[in-house]
């Protein structure tokens, strides 16, 4: 029902052969302990503990009002900005912005993300270079009881997870204060305009800029 083998450029992905293992995305994510593991089990020298299960990567810098609770593994070259909270059970690539009051719990992050004011992300994974505006939230949990679906053309794909916030291939862009729908799944180089509200699924290249307003990404 969704093909995802061109969502990630998996050179990108601190976590690459994990993605080959499993159909959805979102099975990646009950596991990230034990892919945390084997991050560093393959290179034990890329990465340092500075607390009880928190690994990070050379060149990270970590505010004094950040706070960080394993498990969790971070990247080389990222910015852990002040007031960041990294919620347990996230693995994050390198050159990573987690900004001022942003919350990150049960994600992947590819490298070269930037969720830099105001943003939550949970129960998500974010291709390469996504970059949220500020205030975007990635809604995880349905305001009625039962798992998350998932609708693609009039069809519903059970994902059998309570919490799922959104799948963001690489490139997307979510404009400020946009609330993205629990199982929201975001295709390559789309676009969310600001203050809007999306569910389901968005194809690669477009832009949504409401509900009912999906336009195809003019090429420069």
């Known amino acids: 029902m969704l093909d995802f083998s061109n969502f990630f450029d ?7 052969g994990a993605f080959t293992r499993v159909k959805y995305p979102w099975e990646l994510l ?40 394993g498990p969790a593994l971070i990247g080389a070259g990222c910015q852990i900005r002040p007031n960041a909270y990294i919620r347990g059970n996230v693995i994050v690539g390198d050159n990573v912005v987690i900004g001022n009051a942003s919350e990150v719990k ?27 505006g500020a205030g975007a939230i990635l809604s995880n949990l349905k305001s009625v009881k039962g798992n998350v679906s998932i609708k693609v053309d009039g069809q519903t794909l059970e994902t059998g997870r309570r919490k799922l916030g959104a799948i963001l291939a690489d490139g997307v862009e979510v404009g400020c204060n946009a609330v993205l729908n629990p199982g929201t799944v975001i295709g390559p180089g ?31």
């Open 106 to 132: 049960q994600a992947i992050v590819f490298s070269d993300v930037q969720l830099p004011h105001y943003n939550y992300v949970g129960d998500s994974i974010l291709g390469r270079g996504v970059h949220l």
């Open 30 to 69: 009950s596991q990230i302990p034990e892919l945390i593991e084997e991050i560093l089990a393959e290179a034990p020298e890329k990465y340092e503990e500075i607390g009880q299960g928190i690994w990070v990567g050379e060149g990270t810098t970590i505010a004094d009002t950040a706070v960080i609770v």
């Open 190 to 220: 789309s676009i969310v305009y600001p203050l809007t509200s999306p569910r389901g699924y968005i194809p690669a290249g477009m832009i949504f800029k409401g509900e009912g307003r999906l336009v195809p990404l003019r090429q420069p």
């Open 10 to 16: 998996l050179t990108n992905c601190p976590c690459p």
